[in-house]
């Protein structure tokens, strides 16, 4: 993971040293999510949750072509009913809401229309697709999971920007990795995937 992540960092240089437009804004959305566990032994269901952030834009004048990357907090997660296994149910556990708080770095190919000879000023479509890095710092009340330092989500999304200024974006993110591990069953985890609707602001 860290050899491609310093791939893709040394894309961004190139991109930017290529005279390209470079701009910052903050962000903030909602995310749907749920678990998808490797094995079919307990019910889950999705939850709603929130991000925001910082976003970044590089963008090759001219082109269409550039990169966009942030420094995200995400609080999402699921609801488990683990009480219908012994197993868990034996130790107290029953239908769990699980939540996770984490820092998220996006990092994204976009490609932006802008040749509608000048109406991309007010408004210019775009799509991106791209890796998602995100390292859990926090979780909520003790649960019978055990949580990796970090984990890899693959997104792809469109969106519009208005008047050169507003971003409206949706995505679908399909976790490569999982997120969370039952602590009793080794082998038994999950990978998240999830919705996210997005509004951002660039200065």
């Known amino acids: 993971m860290i050899k491609r992540l310093a791939i893709l960092l040394a894309m961004l240089s190139a991109v930017i040293s290529a005279s390209a437009e470079f701009r910052w804004g903050v962000e903030a959305g909602y995310v749907y999510s749920d678990f998808h566990w490797k094995q079919d032994l307990v019910t889950s269901k999705g939850s709603s949750g929130f991000q925001a952030g910082l976003a970044g834009e590089v963008m090759i004048p001219g082109v269409g072509f550039g990169i ?18 012994k197993v868990w149910a034996s130790d107290g556990f029953g239908n769990e809401q699980i939540w996770l708080h984490q820092i998220v770095l996006p990092l994204h ?9 000048g109406l991309e000023r007010v408004f ?80």
Not at 74 to 83: A, E, I, L, Q, S
């Open 68 to 85: 966009d990357f942030g420094l995200m907090y995400r609080m999402h997660g699921g609801k488990v009913n683990f009480g219908e296994r």
């Open 109 to 117: 190919l976009r490609f932006k229309y802008t040749r509608f000879g």
């Open 124 to 203: 210019a479509p775009f799509a991106y697709a791209g890796p998602e890095f995100s390292f859990t710092v926090a979780h909520n009340k003790p649960t019978p999971l055990e949580y990796p330092a970090g984990s890899v989500g693959i997104q792809v999304g469109l969106g519009a920007e208005l008047f050169q200024k507003l971003q409206i974006s949706a995505g679908y993110t399909w976790g490569v990795t999982y997120e969370v591990r039952t602590i009793k069953l080794d082998n038994f985890s999950a990978r998240s995937e999830y919705v996210n609707v997005n509004i951002a602001y660039f200065f």
